[in-house]
Structures are given as C-alpha cells and as structure tokens.
C-alpha cells in the first residue's frame, strides 16, 4: 500500500485495502468475534499464518483493526469506530470453504 499525503490519496488507499479477498475474509471473520489471534483467524479463513500475519498487519495501518498482546499471543480487533462501517461494507460477503 503506497502512502500520500492527500486527503483524496489516503481514502483511495482504504478502497485498495478492501480489494483483497483474504482481508475481506479476515473482516467477515472478525466480524463474528470480539477478538481473535492470528492463528485462530488463519484457521477460519483456511490461509497461512503468515500471509494472515500480513493482511492483518495492513488492516493495521488502514486503522480498521486493532492489535495487543496478551501472553504468547498478538490479539486482534476491529476497531470500534470502524464497526458500523465494515458491518454496512460486508453485509452480504460470506465466508464459502
């Protein structure tokens, strides 16, 4: 994800955050639980640790998720403020397997 410095550029980043079927999985995915490890979130998307790890990382910065660390484990949320937004965005995505 590049960054810029125009109000009009960070909001056509958010678009591009939208526009990958693994965070739109992890969204869905979060949007059933108050938190979720990666792990926990790479199983119920059926993707790596890794790239899970990855597309969190950049739903991080975009500000839709947050993270803390609770023992051995990096927890992850979405974002209060954002909830109502992503609710309205993913209403009709579902997880397929």
Do not use: W
């Not at 899970?52 to 993270?67: C, Y």
């Amino acid at each position: 994800m590049r960054t810029y410095s125009t109000p009009l550029h960070k909001k056509a980043d958010l678009f591009l955050v939208f526009g990958n079927v693994h965070r739109l999985a992890i969204l869905v995915c979060m949007q059933k639980y108050t938190q979720a490890s990666v792990s926990f979130i790479a199983s119920e998307i059926n993707a790596s640790f890794h790239a899970t790890s990855k597309h969190l990382k950049i739903l991080e910065r975009a500000g839709l998720v947050d993270s803390h660390t609770e023992g051995l484990f990096r927890m992850y949320h979405i974002v209060p403020q954002k909830n109502n937004l992503l609710r309205y965005l993913l209403r009709n995505i579902t997880l397929k397997r």
